[in-house]
Every structure is written in C-alpha cells, then in structure tokens.
C-alpha cells in the first residue's frame, strides 16, 4: 500500500513537472511562454521569451528576439502587458506577422 502511494506521487510530481516546463511552446504563428528579456535598441523593442524562437515563421534577429518598431501605433499598450507579464511572471501569447523579416509582432494577450 505504501508502495503504490509513493508511486503515485511520484508520478503526479513528473506530471506536474512537465506541464511546467512545456508552458513555453512556439510554432509558425505564436509563442506562448515567459519573458525573458526586454530591450530596446535601433527603434525597436526586441523581445525573447523562453520558447524557441526559431519555429516561428519569421526572421528572429539572432534567433531569439520578435519586434516591435518604436513606430507602431499600439507600441505603449503591448508594452505595457509585456512588462506586466515580466514583473508578475504571468505567461503571455506573442503573435508574430508571418514572413517578416524582423518577426514583428501583431498582437499580445495574457490570460488569467
């Protein structure tokens, strides 16, 4: 009896373990996932989260970031949630403008 019930915690506590590391996840469209870093420079915010940039259907610069100019009209808005994400370690969903050349991004939600 002992035996089956350190069993199962064992298990739940692997279960559990992989769903808090697969969190982050991109694919062509998205990353879903923590912030990692935030910066400026060259008129943009460059942005990496701690998923795999890479699978993204875009150019990410150095293979880690997804952009957004400093001309961007909704610019102060998806800072703001990013930097909400960040302080709060809340994940968010980046998505990304398909083909672009710098992985721009359209748009950014946070769910509860």
Known sequence: MKKLFFTSLV???VVLGMLSTSMA???AIACKGYIERLFFSNNNLY?????????????????VYVTIDTNDSMLNQKYALLLVALSQKKP????????DPK???SYVYMDN
């Not at 968010?92 to 083909?99: L, S």
Request: proline share 3%; aromatic share 0%; hydrophobic share 45%.
């Open 11 to 13: 298990t739940m506590a």
């Open 25 to 27: 996840a991109c694919n």
């Open 47 to 63: 942005i990496a989260t701690d998923g795999d940039e890479t699978a993204l259907d875009c150019t990410a610069p150095a293979d």
């Open 92 to 99: 968010v969903t980046i998505r990304i403008v398909n083909g």
């Open 103 to 105: 992985c721009a991004v």
